[in-house]
């Protein structure tokens, strides 16, 4: 049998996603948690590979098994095997044709700004955080060129180990609620340090240090060396990612949305 399962995940309290040899990564405690209930050894595959600090509202897996258990098992059973910063969320039984990773369809994150003149305490860890003023209608006016298939060269990471340069970003959204700016972006994929790249380029032009044009000159200059710094991946959620309707698995809904209102 083959299973899917939604994870969220406080991203602060891993060495990342994907698994690591001290066993701290988010995957080592989801696969331990999984072998614990199916009494044998359960490795799995995510849609996300994300990086230490990023969070997940809805990561993506699947993993292969033998042993048959309910679905209240994968779900509650796992859980209770988990430590409280990662938790599954739903689980559903797929054929072997789904797979997390390269059966996504799309893509969607989300980037929490914090707009303050002191940080908050209580918000650490939980959003990107600037001290100065934001204007975010020319953050819009910036990001419209940003929307479209392009060679994102100049927003990957010299680590990005990617065969190509070139995403489809069908969705770059701003939306204030009250001190936060909430970002979203939707693509086919990402490369690596892609969103928090264009999130500090972004914020550069909404401080007023870059013009809005400046996007658009980086995506034709495709050198990363001109770029704004990689911004923190503190305020970056994984929100989910879509597949072929038949398998049924939840992609993203409005409750990531509803999760930032409450931050308000």
Known sequence: ??????????GSRFSGWQTQPGGTAAQDALERALSTV?????RTVCAGRTDAGVHALRQVVHF?????????????????????????????????????????????????????????PLL???????FREVDVARMREAAQALVGEHDFSAFRSAQCQAASPVRRLEELSLREAGPFVVFTFVAN???????????GSLLAVGEGR??????DALLAARDRRLAAATFAPDGLYL??????????????????????ETLR
């Not at 990662?86 to 039984?93: D, P, Q």
């Not at 698995?249 to 930032?260: L, M």
């Open 210 to 215: 870059r013009d809005p044009e400046w996007l």
């Open 1 to 10: 049998m083959r299973y899917a399962l939604t994870v969220a995940c406080d």
């Open 189 to 199: 994929a990402f490369l690596h340090h892609m969103i928090r790249n264009l999130v």
């Open 239 to 260: 929100d989910g990612a879509q597949y072929d309707a038949r398998y049924a698995v939840p992609s993203w809904s409005d409750d990531g949305a509803a999760w930032f």
């Open 38 to 42: 199916a009494g044998e050894r359960i």
């Open 64 to 120: 292969d098994t033998d042993v048959r258990r309910p679905l209240s098992a994968w779900v509650r059973g796992v859980n209770a095997h988990l430590p409280q910063a990662l938790a599954v969320r739903s689980a559903t039984a797929v054929d072997a044709s789904f797979h997390a990773r390269y059966g996504a369809r799309r893509r969607r994150y989300r980037y929490l700004v914090y707009r303050s003149e002191v940080r908050h």
């Open 124 to 130: 650490a860890h939980r959003v990107g955080w600037t």
